[in-house]
């Protein structure tokens, strides 16, 4: 036993693994035991498909599979025959699970009629009455999809696309109504005229029918006596020709009527874009198109009131969007969609997206990810770079004015509504979501499930339109178990005696990246007949500080493919990496106000001058003797209450490096950089210590890691040092 556990902590320490004592697990196919219930994915009824719900930009604008059935057999599944029609309808749905899952593409009508179809050979008369019934009463309809890698684009867009639909229709309405308004003036003007006063444009309004029923030359004569002569003025008729031709010449909506055609004279701009730089691009070359026709509208609605004024207007308006635009001017244009991936957000489009971010142009940006256990060029083991988006998201919500939604894709469709206020949020928003697409051997949805789960990707929003401050903004609830480090959940199992047993176990990150193969070296099988009492729970190990050699390791449980449980322990380089995770879910559990650092500060100042007072009452009130009124008279005034005077903030140059540390989240990343130039100060918030204990590098680095984007780098103090041009790109944003 001795030489097992000295084998045991050999391989926590060093990730050697002595072959007398434990396994490799590469081939063995071990899933965390968590996930054993999850073998078969089609067999169970869990929110995909999902149906893109067409016509809809509410929250009914995706619903998921299992709903649209339950809801048609609460209408339909009454009475004698409710079971039979269950049974017959929840069949059917597993049956078009079963071909979303193996690829089948198609609206929900062409699904379900294909999967009936399947499903009729050989079924009675009843099976058919049960789907027809279930049938009628699913009024929805559009697009299957499943939990793959092309899902948060997928929904993203279309839901993206509803918005902008009504965005259309709002905006059209308007312009139409200009259009015609405009025209009806130009009509009138021209009815006015000598050429529309006379007999032949008389005749002609008539039309051919009564052509010959009255005397157009004395009608003519007839109005040119009784009616005023006065034309519009050659300026006001071109100003408001110039309108019109700027309308008709739009390409941010199509034309009126229905979209545009293949061929036709002006083709509406594309929104969607797949690089944040295209979209810049785009974005900056139709921008004098969209100010000319931003004052073309402003201008419209003065004319059609008659209201506009050559002396007063011309000037103002010869000056139009000459600062930009306010977010109210860009409110009814249409939003730039980017849906890029993290995998290709290297270097200058990271700078893109930051540009995007920080500047609050009206610009909504998917950022996937896909593989989030890719693992850090620094160090084995480190999945540093897998936390990149995590760290934009972190930064976008810093910048305050950008709506973030992070979520894995398994969650998005409880997120819909949220997705939809981001989209309809004025400014940038950013949509980080993890698909769990590129994880070997596991489905897409287990995946981004259990990358939420285990809090290496939980979910939140941001919306800086909720309020102005975080209680209202941050949403963290999505998460299970909140107030917890790690979420635990009821696991049973048959023990060696074939006993039935229960515990609770709590779904770590190291269980997520257990269930990766690419993982496998960080992890090591112990033989049942090894296993004893230094093996310890991860959850448990993470709460010991560790002083000199462990003589307890953590494991982890799994299971093998024909689900018998197997206890595998796990090097420190994953136990550090779980370490880290939970030091980031603390400060988001903060920022979300669970376990805030200083409401429990404020909390216990409270009450320890609460317990204080009642401790003076109390004494007082044991030996207070009848005080006279002479005592009264001279007793000595109350101390004045010591009043916090605010430190005024100091001025700050955009040159000099600096903390708002008042802000600090307590995350360690600056600390982990550096812990020479970042140091914590009494309140456990970080400030710099020494600026000259670290590069300009690391300064950089930290402000991107920062959870509340509080560092500014400031200006390189070292001019040689390597990479300052990249460098100075990168700090641009924390400025
Ligand atoms: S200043 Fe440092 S410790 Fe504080 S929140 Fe930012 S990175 Fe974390």
């Not at 496998?520 to 230094?534: C, F, I, M, Q, Y």
């Not at 005592?631 to 005024?648: I, K, Q």
């Amino acid at each position: 036993m001795e030489a097992d556990t000295q084998a045991h902590v050999a391989f926590f320490l060093t990730g050697r693994r002595p072959g007398e004592h434990l396994d490799a697990i590469e081939g063995l196919n071990l899933r965390p035991a968590l996930f054993a219930g999850y073998r078969e994915l089609t067999q169970l009824r869990y929110d995909f498909p999902l149906l893109l719900v067409a016509g809809r930009a509410d929250a009914q604008i995706v619903q998921s599979l299992s709903g649209l059935i339950d809801g048609a057999l609460a209408a339909v599944a009454t009475g004698g025959d409710a079971e039979r029609m269950r049974k017959h309808v929840l069949r059917l749905e597993q049956e078009i699970r079963t071909l979303v899952a193996g690829g089948a593409s198609g609206s929900f009508s062409e699904l379900w009629a294909k999967a009936a179809g399947r499903l009729a050979k050989g079924a009675d008369k009843s099976f058919e009455d049960s789907l027809r019934r279930a049938r009628a009463a699913i009024k929805a309809d559009g697009e299957l999809a499943d939990c793959d890698a092309a899902l948060p684009a997928r929904l993203l867009r279309h839901a993206w696309s509803a918005v902008q639909k009504q965005k259309a229709e709002a905006f059209r309405k308007d312009l139409d109504r200009q259009m015609l308004k405009l025209s009806d003036i130009l009509k009138s003007d021209h009815e006015r005229s000598e050429a529309g006063r006379s007999a032949k444009h008389l005749k002609a309004a008539v039309g051919t029918g009564f052509g010959d029923a009255f005397d157009f030359d004395a009608m003519s004569n007839m109005l040119n006596k009784a009616l005023p002569k006065d034309a519009l003025p050659e300026s006001r008729r071109r100003r408001i020709r110039d309108l019109l031709a700027v309308f008709g010449a739009q390409q941010f909506f199509p034309a009126a009527g229905a979209p545009a055609k293949k061929g036709a004279a002006v083709k509406p701009y594309s929104f969607a874009f797949d690089s944040c730089s295209a979209a810049l691009a785009a974005f900056r070359e139709r921008m004098p198109k969209l100010v000319e026709l931003a004052r073309a509208i402003a201008i419209a609605e003065l004319e059609i009131d008659g209201e506009y004024s050559e002396a007063k207007h011309d000037a103002l308006f010869e000056q139009f969007g000459a600062n930009g635009l306010d977010p109210q001017d860009f409110a009814p244009f249409p939003d730039y969609l980017v849906c890029v991936n993290a995998a290709k957000l290297l270097g200058e489009e990271q700078a893109q997206l930051m540009e995007i971010l920080s500047s609050g142009l009206p610009i909504k940006v998917l950022l996937q990810l896909d593989d989030l256990l890719e693992e850090s060029s620094v160090g084995e083991g480190s999945l540093t770079s897998g936390m990149r988006s995590r760290q934009i998201a972190n930064m976008a919500m810093g910048l305050n004015e950008v709506y973030v939604l992070q979520s894995a894709s398994s969650n998005l469709y409880h997120f819909r509504e949220r997705m939809l206020h981001g989209l309809a949020y004025r400014g940038p928003a950013l949509f980080s979501v993890y698909s769990g697409a590129k994880a070997s051997g596991m489905p897409p949805y287990l995946m981004s499930a259990a990358a939420m789960e285990s809090r290496a990707f939980p979910a939140f929003s941001y919306d800086p339109s909720a309020g102005a401050n975080w209680a209202s903004r941050f949403y963290l609830e999505a998460n299970s178990q909140v107030e917890l480090d790690w979420p635990i959940q009821g696991f049973a199992y048959e023990d060696e005696e074939h006993q039935r047993v229960s515990e609770d176990l709590a779904f770590t990150l190291v269980d997520f990246v257990a269930a990766d193969r690419r993982y496998a070296r960080h992890l090591a099988r112990v033989p049942r007949e090894k296993w004893n009492g230094s093996m310890i729970p991860v959850d448990e190990a993470l709460t010991r500080e560790r002083k000199g050699l462990p003589d307890k390791v953590p494991s982890v449980l799994m299971v093998d493919a024909d689900n018998v449980l197997q206890k595998v322990i796990v090097d420190e380089r994953l136990i550090r990496e779980a370490r880290r995770c939970r030091e980031m879910w603390h400060s988001l559990q903060e920022l979300g106000g669970v376990h805030n650092s200083h409401a429990e500060k404020l909390l216990a100042r409270e009450r320890k001058s609460w317990e204080e007072r009642m401790q003076q009452q109390a004494e007082t009130a044991a030996t207070a003797a009848p005080a006279t009124a002479q005592e009264a008279a001279v007793a000595p005034a109350a101390p004045a209450e010591a009043t916090a005077v605010a430190e005024p903030e100091p001025e700050r140059s955009p040159d000099e490096a600096y903390i708002d540390t008042p802000r600090c989240a307590t995350c360690n990343e600056c600390t982990n950089i550096n812990d020479k130039m970042f140091v914590y100060n009494d309140d456990k918030q970080a400030y710099i210590a020494d600026i000259n204990a670290g590069t300009y590098a690391q300064l950089v680095e930290a402000a991107e890691n920062c959870q509340v984007a509080i560092i500014h780098p400031g200006k390189p103090r070292n001019p040689n040092e390597p990479g300052l041009e990249e460098l100075l790109k990168r700090a641009e944003p924390f400025l």
